[in-house]
Structures are given as C-alpha cells and as structure tokens.
C-alpha cells in the first residue's frame, strides 16, 4: 500500500511506502558492541550470571542482558519500551543476538534474582568494570536520591521526598567516583530508609570493589552521612573525609558565638571551630561557611538566626589544610547530582519498576553497569570531555544503518556523510580493524 504526502514547505509530493528491508536507526550501537568484545564483556557477564539454562527453547541470559542494555541506550525506561527492538533486525545483527526478547522474558528474568543473587552478581560485574581503568588517589563520592513510584511495588514507602510529599519511593545509595563518571557501588533501599541507613556496610562493600593495592585518598558525602556510627567507620579505615554537618541546636549555639569571620570575597566568609556533638566520641573539626550575596548561591546551606540575610554551611572535616581550601574540594562533590541527574533522565534508571523488590534492584544496577560501559567507550574513544548519554545518543549512537549481504558475509551500510562520517570512522578504528573493500560495489540490501 502506497500513501501520498507533501513536504511541509514548498509542498513537494512525496510518496510513502514500506519496505522490508532490515533497516536500523540505531547503528551506532556498533561502537558499544566493540567495545564490549574489546573488554571480554560476555566473559564477565557468563562468570557472573548464576542462572543455567533449562530449556532447549530458552533464550540465553547474556542475550537478555545486552537485550537490556541497547534498550537503555536507544532511550527505553520501561521494559515494554524495549519491545520496539525486538523488530529491529539491525540492532540484533549488530548485537549478535539469535532473538530480541520481548518484554515478558525481560520481567521473567528480573524475577528470577533475590537478595543473594544481586548481591553476588553485580559486586562481580562492578568489581571487573572498575579493573578496567587505571586508578590513583581516588576521592569517593557518597549520594542518596529519592525515586518517585506509582503503583504498589515491594520496597515503594513513604518518606522524605522533598518534591512530592505523601508519593511511595524508593531511596537508593550510590558510591561514585569524584574524578571520573563511574558508579562504585549501588544500592536500592526502601523508601522509609535515612541516608546513613546502613551506611557502614556499605561503604566496606564499596570498598572492596577496589582492586588489591588500590586505597580511596578522600570521601566526601551530604549531612546525611554526618552522623557518629558512619564518621567513626570511616576514621578506622583511616580515609581522609569532608562531610556536610547538621546544624544542630549545640551547632547553632556555637556558630552563634563565633566573631573571627574572615573574608574570601565580599559577601562571603569562612570560620573553623572544633565540635563535639551529642553522642559524639570526640571533638571534630568543623569549618563553617557564610554567604550573604543571595545572587552567587555558592553555599548550599541554611538561614540560622534572626538575620535572614545569611545562609550558612558546616563541614565536618580532618583535613588540615585552610577553611577556603576544604569549602571549595567539597564543591566537587556537587558533580554526583549531575551524575544520578544523568542516570535518571538518560538512562532511566529511576524506571523499570516492577512487583517485587530484588527485581527491581537488578535493573536498577544493571543500568549502573551500562552508564560506566559508555564512560569507559568515552575513554576508549579519548574524549577529554565527558559527554552525556543524551549527546553520544545523538552524534553517535543514533545512525540510519541497512543491513544487506555481501556474498556470505553481513554488511551494515551507515547512512552518514560529512563530518559525521569521519567522526564515526575514527570512532569504528578504536574497536575495529580497517579493510580497504568496496562495499558498495555488490551484494544486496
């Protein structure tokens, strides 16, 4: 069946047709898939899946994983989103999948984790991705986040949620590392949950994922973390650390009598003091930050006395180096929103909820896996300026390809011209050998 069309300007006549021919918008996935073969991806996700096959008809789980994967890169956030792929018969060229799997094969695999298996899978993923790339002098970066859900989910509770009060969620834990866009150790929590909640067993499982020989120098986390349990555990692995204060009423007492405010720039001020909370073994350091310039909101912090016109900041701290100094390596520290900003709105990673909880979580690290797979391309590739999965979707992954056959062989045909070409062709030469043949001059498709 034919269907007839103009042009929206000019009013050219253009007829519309289909073919079926295997043709693919999404042919830059090439690139990941290099990649993935470059670094023995499939070895790793073999080692690490403890689920066998039992069936002769079954599809194998490393197919459902990359399944998973592309559709997270092509912009899927619910597992009925990745059904569009399943027709897509380049995507699955490319990936070297017998069969896509439909969005039922999906949730039954997601059920089949528990507690256990997550734990035990993605600690093994997340430990061979991170020996990947070369570390020295780590800062760790520690973030909680609330995620909104609909529905009556397992784990979905209320509790703060500073955007919409009274809406079940979710409050994961994440561990990200502050030179580089690389996500530790993750976890998903139920929504009822404070960030420290179980925080020092997860700092030790953060840790080991490091390899052996490999120490963090810094962490740094938000006044959820500022608590006497979590700084005494992070003490006794003699880590270095900034992290936000709470302003309690013994705080506030005390930054009330401070006087010897010094001046960085007008409208902002430093101070330092030594504190002891209640429940606290010991008096810390605490550096305080005042700004009163509302115009350059430099300090994330608080209004604490009748004069409104300051906004102040506490950071508890070992460090000994001055007050200015210690404020402004915990600014660093601000780049793990725009990170979990990133997992959220690129790779939806505050979807894919489903009924039970360890379901959840799977996919929730999972998508934790695919954002360090495409930091670890962009390394690869030698970008010196990290690029958002919006912006790779958009300049990389996102090529018209056709799929056709050149005597036995597959050939995927890029619909590219111009710049874009060679950007793409430096690209392909990272993961792929180069081989002077006309393409073009047979074969069909």
């Given amino acids: 069946m ?54 002769p008809n ?50 039954r695999f997601f059920r089949r984790f528990s507690q256990g298996s997550v734990t035990t899978v993605f600690e093994s993923l997340m430990r061979w991705q991170i020996g990947q790339i070369k570390l020295g002098g780590e800062i760790l970066d520690l973030d909680s986040s609330v995620v909104e859900r609909y529905g009556k989910q397992e784990g979905t509770q209320l509790g703060y949620n500073p955007k919409k009060h009274r809406r079940p969620s979710h409050h994961p834990l994440l561990a990200v590392l502050g030179k580089r866009p690389w996500v530790v150790h993750a976890w998903l929590r139920s929504g009822n949950t404070t960030s420290a909640s179980n925080a020092e067993q997860f700092l030790e499982e953060a840790l080991a994922m490091l390899p052996e020989g490999v120490k963090i120098r810094h962490l740094r986390g938000d006044s959820g973390f500022g608590i006497e349990s979590f700084l005494s555990k992070v003490e006794s692995k003699g880590l270095s650390y900034t992290i936000v204060g709470r302003f309690t009423k013994g705080l506030r007492n005390l930054v009330a009598q401070v006087s010897d405010w010094r001046e960085l720039e007008p409208g902002i001020a430093v101070a330092e003091v030594m504190f002891q909370a209640h429940g606290w073994r010991r008096a810390r350091r605490v550096v305080l930050v005042r700004q009163r310039t509302k115009e350059r909101d430099f300090v994330r912090g608080r209004e604490l006395f009748d004069d409104r016109a300051y ?20 600014r660093g520290h601000a780049e793990i929103e725009n990170q979990i900003r990133e997992l959220k709105w690129d790779y939806g990673i505050d979807g894919f909820c489903q009924k039970k909880f360890y379901a959840t979580e799977a996919a929730f690290r999972l998508v934790c896996v695919t954002y360090n797979l495409m930091s670890l391309l962009q390394e ?14 958009s300049q990389l992954l996102a090529c018209g390809a056709v799929v056709g056959r050149a005597g036995r062989k597959t050939v995927l045909r890029l619909s590219l011209a111009g710049p874009w070409r060679q950007q793409f062709e430096a690209a392909l030469q990272v993961f792929f050998p180069t081989k002077n043949v006309n393409c073009d001059a047979v074969g069909s498709g």
């Fill in 2 to 55: 034919r269907y007839e069309a103009t042009s929206l300007l000019g009013g050219e006549g253009i007829d519309i047709t289909f073919t079926d021919k295997p043709v693919t918008p999404w042919g830059g996935l090439v690139l990941f898939s290099g990649l993935c073969r470059q670094v023995g991806f499939e070895d790793a996700l073999r080692q690490a899946l403890p689920f066998k096959l039992t069936s």
């Fill in 58 to 107: 079954a599809t194998d789980p490393v197919e459902i994983v990359l399944a998973f994967m592309a559709g997270v890169l092509t912009g899927s956030r619910r597992l009925a989103h990745v059904e569009r792929l399943r027709w897509d018969e380049g995507v699955r060229k490319i990936l070297g999948l017998e069969r896509f799997v439909s969005d039922t094969t999906l949730s």
């Fill in 311 to 330: 906004a102040y900041q506490a950071i508890l701290t070992d460090r000994t180096d001055r007050p200015e100094d210690v404020w402004r390596f915990y």
């Fill in 380 to 393: 690869k590739l030698g970008k010196t300026t990290y690029q958002t999965l919006g912006t790779l979707r």
